[in-house]
C-alpha cells in the first residue's frame, strides 16, 4: 500500500490521502461508502452477529443502514465546520474532535496516530488520521467498527493504513506540508 498523493480538504488545516490501489482519496471514499445503502445493508447483513450484540440495542439492518448514512453526513460536516474554524479559533480544532487512537497519556507522539468516532451516540464510524499539529491532521482512513477491539480484517487494514501514512509523515516530514496538493 503506497500513498501516491495528498488532497487539501480544508488548506492548512485537514488533508486525505490517496493511496495507489484506490481512485478516491480516504476522505471521499469513506463518505461515499458510508452514504452507500447497498454496500451498507451488505455489510451490516456479513456483521449481523455484532450488530446485534446488546451494546448496539439489537438494531436493525435497515435501521443500521439509516444510522450510518445519518451520522456520516453530520460527522462529515462537523470535521470540515471545525477545520475551517480551526484556523482561527485555538479553542475550537481538530484536536477537539481527533483523539489519540491509544489511550496513554503523557506520550504526545509528533506524528500521533489519532481518530474520531461518529457524532450519534453510540457510533460505530470511525475516521483515523495522523495528527501533525493542532489544527493539522492527515485521513488515512475509516471504518465501520462494531466490537470492542480492532481485531476484524477491516479493521486491521485500517491500521495498517495508519502506520503507513504515520511512517510516509515521519520520512516525508520536511517536505510535508509541501507535498499536500489541493484536489
Known sequence: MKIIRTFALVEDSLYSVMYGNEVQHEFDRLFDTWNDAEYLEEFFV???EDLERPFWD???VEQ?????????????????????????DRNQTLSCLFKPLHNEPDCLD???????YGLIRPSWLRIYAVRLDTNL???????????????????????KKLETTRIFCKVNFDVALGYFETE
Open 110 to 116: 509528533p506524528f500521533e496516530k489519532s481518530k474520531v
Open 46 to 48: 456479513e456483521q449481523r
Open 137 to 159: 491532521f492527515l485521513i488515512s482512513g475509516g471504518a465501520i467498527k462494531l466490537t470492542k477491539k480492532m481485531d476484524k480484517p477491516h479493521l486491521q487494514k485500517e491500521l
Open 64 to 88: 443500521a443502514v439509516l444510522k450510518t448514512k445519518r451520522d456520516a453526513r453530520i460527522l462529515e460536516n462537523k470535521i470540515i465546520q471545525i477545520a475551517e474554524t480551526g484556523k482561527t
Open 58 to 60: 439489537h438494531i436493525s
